[in-house]
Structures are given as C-alpha cells and as structure tokens.
C-alpha cells in the first residue's frame, strides 16, 4: 500500500513526475525528505516541537528550521533525530 506519507517522500525527492530538481541543492531534497519523515513521525507519537528539541537538547527554533526540510543536516544532528523519534533516517548497512 503506497501511503500519503511515502508519495510524499517520493515526491521531494523527485521519483514522481513533474518535479524538478536543481542540480546544485541535492541535499535539499534530503532535507525535506528527513522532515516529511521527522513530522509523520511525530504526529504518530503526538510529540510537539518543543518536546522533540527537549529530546534532541537543542532549542524549539531549531526544530522548526529542521521541520521546513531547508537545513543541511549534520550526522550527528540525524542521530539525535533517530533516537528522539525511534526511527530510522542513515540506512547505509551500518549497524550501531
């Protein structure tokens, strides 16, 4: 089943037609991703902002930059992600 959240993603990161993608910003496209991911995420937990830059010990401000799928991502910032939400975003075979 192809879910709303899943085209989404596809849709950022340009695997559905009628989406362009400037050659320049590929990471923004993984930002977005990241974000859709993060606030699918935490509307499934009913997590707020606040609660997630409590988790991530880093402030509401962040968060919000981080939600907008504009921020180019540290690893150790993707990190903190996963483990604040439970997920999962760096799936290259490498295991913790």
Do not use: F, P
């Not at 009628?18 to 590929?26: A, C, I, P, Q, V």
């Not at 606030?39 to 997630?52: F, K, W, Y």
């Not at 962040?62 to 907008?68: H, Q």
């Amino acid at each position: 089943m192809y879910t709303m959240a899943e085209k989404q993603i596809d849709t950022v990161l340009g695997l559905v037609e009628g989406t362009e993608e400037n050659k320049d910003e590929k990471w923004m496209c993984h930002s977005q991703a990241i974000a859709a991911t993060m606030s699918n995420r935490m509307e499934e937990l009913g997590m707020t902002q606040r609660a997630l830059a409590e988790k991530m010990n880093c402030t509401q401000q962040y968060v919000s930059k981080v939600l907008k799928g504009r921020e180019n991502l540290s690893l150790e910032t993707l990190c903190k992600i996963e483990n604040a939400l439970g997920i999962r975003i760096l799936q290259a075979g490498i295991d913790k």
